[in-house]
């Protein structure tokens, strides 16, 4: 080409220049309408997608299909945080869901991210209050907290939670990326290979076990804003705390697992009706177990125990686990090593107008 502009007069020269910019300018301007043609048909399509939901709504309006049984008009969250015993509590969901008929869902988010984007928030949150068919339902997948009040829609989920103490989950998730555990041992874990062990790693200064990787359960608690995610907010503190406190009807702790668990069947006997005695006798209690898991030593955990992170992750677990002793506290009592279940302690009197 260098030659033949050499070779060229210098009006041709100068023509095929022009020439040249026009064709570029003339692709460019092509593709962006081609751009502006898909965003078109994306929106024709989603428009067309929500036409179709509002005309079953509509539908099912004027069929006026009649509601659901309190009873059954029930559904229940469990946001579940990351190697604090989730697995072994959801396999009992799972164990008893076709016994005491209730639905049980997984929602798998990409690459286990526990923040939605905005658009699938109001999806889940439709999906949740309005899919009859999966109700009663119980949800459990690694998402952080939403607060369904924002979405405009009728009727909350009811959220449970359960928390471990920080550093003992941070140990549990280094050795199961580079272990896995005994429920798949054949899959291939992210860290597989790597043979340093957890102490190793903070004698090193290692990312896997930086006092950063503790902040886990206050985000998941504190739910979808960005300060929630910011490592070392004490605002995400105060919001976690206080989402436990109102936004949960239960928060257990991974070491008192089984007292959780009778709780919760004594609360919500629609859907755990019979897992005190499954999670004491069935093959699935504490059903996964990180392999090769070796303890810290108290290096490790002094190490740790010095980071302004580590001081706020274990006062949100102190906090849970004092308030989850004070409702156990109100609702067992301890007879020769067993706990048993209160009786109801109230009843109804002076009930007025009388009733011939």
Known sequence: MGLLRIMMPPKLQLLSILVFGVSMLFIENQIQKLEESRAKLERTIARHEVREVEQRHTQDGVRDTPPLAEAEDVVIIYNRVPKTASTSFTNIAYDLCGKNHFHVLHINTTKNNPVMSLQDQVRFVRNVTSWRAMKPGFYHGHVAFLDFSKYGVIGKPVYINVVRDPIQRLVSYYYFLRFGDDYRPGLRRRKQG???????????????????KL???????????????????????????????????????????????????????????????????????????????KPPTKESIAKLQQSDVWKMENEFYEFAQEQFQFVRAHAVREKDGELYLLAQNFFYEKIYPKVN
């Open 215 to 293: 902040w886990l359960q206050i985000p998941f608690f504190c739910g979808h804003y960005s300060e929630c995610w910011n490592v070392g907010s004490r605002w995400a503190l105060d919001q976690a705390k206080y989402n436990l406190l109102n936004e949960y009807l239960l928060v257990g702790v991974t070491e008192e697992l089984e007292d959780f668990i009778m709780i919760l069947e004594a609360a919500l006997p629609r859907f755990f009706k019979g897992a005190t005695g499954l999670y004491k006798t069935g093959k699935k209690s504490h059903l996964r177990k990180t392999t090769e898991k």
């Open 194 to 212: 790597d043979k340093k062990t957890f102490d190793e790693c903070v004698s090193a200064g290692g990312s896997d076990c930086a006092s950063e």
